[in-house]
């Protein structure tokens, strides 16, 4: 009898707990339920699209907000995470490649047009009648309904490292024929990301002149042919974004709105001229330096354009390809400069020459550095190094212009990849000493990457020696503020 009613009682329990379970879940989904729609539409619409349809077709409520909508991102990443799937064939990238056509048709077919698209993002590949079905897609949208924010991110068939000559006209040909068949779509677009394409002499001036809304372009390993010059006019571009092409000189002649610039992996020795750029205001600059890079003198580089604010730098791990310049020169050119980045400069080497900067940027409010050699994005085997022109490592000549120099302005310090050596601990020191109002001093350990774990056993890495305990970082402390006057320990944060 007791077993009996042992047994009775723990199925009553369970019972109760799966009731309990079942009004808590019946009172989750009416708190959800219960919610206003714009509420709902705001979650709905932070997630990736895809999930955000999935959800609506819970509930008859939820699935009328399918139509009210107004930011869409479709692309193929998110397909190929809801599939389980790797893209690496063509038959698989056609089949995903044709669910974002038939998903883009549906969404903006099916939308409720009184309702404005606030960002329509669509990313696919460059295959024709895919192509041929967004276009005509989003053209309807156009036509019936507002669309604040249009853009396409093209992904090619052949991946860039694999482009031949050939490939890289294939392509342009056919984004040439998809453009011509729909310019309406286009004279829409406000955002646009080409990759893997090389365009006639005047392809890409065409593209800008039909694309009047356009505010961002980016153009990756694209070019119109090797040592071409690129000269670019456009009455609403914001952003410019150039990577890896063969331009031999882009010129940007007149784009009156153009703020920010990033000008990656230049192949020739004068990257960039600038004509009319009134509001430019952030220049980044990315670059591999091997033994034929010609060293940029600031001086002529931003000869016509002396108000930038934010200057990135970024050497990848090899030759400082900038030149240190007078502050007699540079100043009039760099008296509005804000930020500074200079990342990945190489390890091991004096970091005193970026000092130049400071004496030359009167306004400069912040400065950051990253010091690291990321081995696993580096060309390490000695023999294609020699072959290839890589440097090899060496010191920046630079000398400090006055003994008596002061910086106002300077409040922010940021290092990455300190190292409790003498390098670092004198340019500390120094620059303590020039701004009288530092605020803050933030010193990192060097960056990780999981992928340069799996290096070859004969690539040696040096460990690292970043102070690790409380006492090592208040005696470091000490040590770079032993005999300055003016600055307090207090400001040096070592940031774990």
């Known amino acids: 009898m007791e077993n009996k009613k042992g047994t009775s009682d723990s199925r009553n329990k369970a019972t109760a707990c799966r009731e309990g379970e079942a009004a808590s879940g019946e009172a989750g989904r009416d708190r959800l339920s219960k919610l206003p729609d714009d509420i709902l539409l705001n979650i709905l619409e932070r997630v990736d699209t895809l999930e955000a349809l999935r959800t609506c077709i819970l509930s008859k409520r939820m699935l009328q907000l399918c139509t009210m909508l107004s930011r869409f991102d479709i692309n193929m990443g998110s397909l190929c995470h809801h599939h389980k799937a790797q893209i690496g064939t063509i038959p698989c990238l056609a089949r995903f490649n044709n669910v974002v056509a038939a998903v883009t048709e549906k969404i903006l077919s099916a939308r409720n047009v009184e309702i404005p698209i606030r960002k329509l993002r669509v990313k696919f590949y460059l295959r024709h009648d895919d192509c041929f079905s967004i276009g005509k897609a989003v053209a309807c949208a156009m036509a019936t309904q507002k669309v604040d924010d249009a853009e396409f991110v093209l992904l090619t068939e052949t991946g860039c490292l694999s482009c031949t000559h050939a490939d890289l006209l294939c392509h342009a040909k056919k984004f040439n024929s998809w453009f011509h068949d729909w310019p309406i779509v286009f004279a829409g677009l406000t955002r646009l990301w080409l990759r893997n394409m090389r365009f006639a002499e005047l392809d890409i001036p065409n593209i800008l002149s039909t694309c009047k809304r ?86 002529e580089l931003l000869a016509k354009v002396p108000w930038i604010k934010d200057l990135h730098l970024d050497f990848k791990s090899e030759k400082i390809w900038v030149l240190p310049e007078c502050p007699k020169l540079l100043a009039p050119l760099l008296g509005e400069l804000q930020i500074v980045n200079l990342d990945n400069l190489p390890e091991g080497c004096d970091i005193a020459w970026t000092m130049f900067i400071l004496e030359a940027a009167p306004s400069l409010k912040e400065l950051h550095i990253t010091v690291w050699d990321h081995l696993c994005k580096m060309v390490t085997n000695k023999d294609l190094r020699m072959k290839n022109g890589y440097c090899e490592k060496a010191n920046v000549e630079w000398k400090p212009s006055a003994a008596d120099f002061k910086h106002k302005n300077l409040v922010k310090l940021t290092i990455y990849g300190f190292q409790p050596d003498e390098n670092f601990v004198r340019y500390v020191r120094h620059v303590m000493e020039v701004a009288v109002n530092m605020e803050e001093i933030s010193l990192h350990d060097r960056e990780v990457c999981e992928h340069c774990g799996d290096l070859e056993p004969s690539i040696q890495v040096c460990p690292s020696r970043y102070p690790q305990t409380s006492e090592e970082k208040d005696m470091l402390r000490e040590k770079i503020t032993k005999e300055l006057r003016i600055s307090s320990p207090a400001v040096i944060h070592f940031r774990s």
């Open 214 to 299: 356009l505010e961002s372009l980016r153009l990756s390993y694209c070019d119109a042919g090797v040592c071409s010059m690129l000269q670019l006019e456009h009455a609403q571009l914001v952003e410019l974004h150039i990577d890896l092409g063969k331009f031999g000189t882009v010129h940007l002649n007149c784009l009156p709105n153009l703020q920010r610039l990033n000008y990656t992996c230049w192949s020739y020795q004068d990257p960039l001229t600038f004509g009319s750029v009134p509001q430019l205001s952030k220049l980044s600059l990315v670059n591999i330096g091997i033994t034929s890079t010609k060293n940029l003198q600031l001086s």
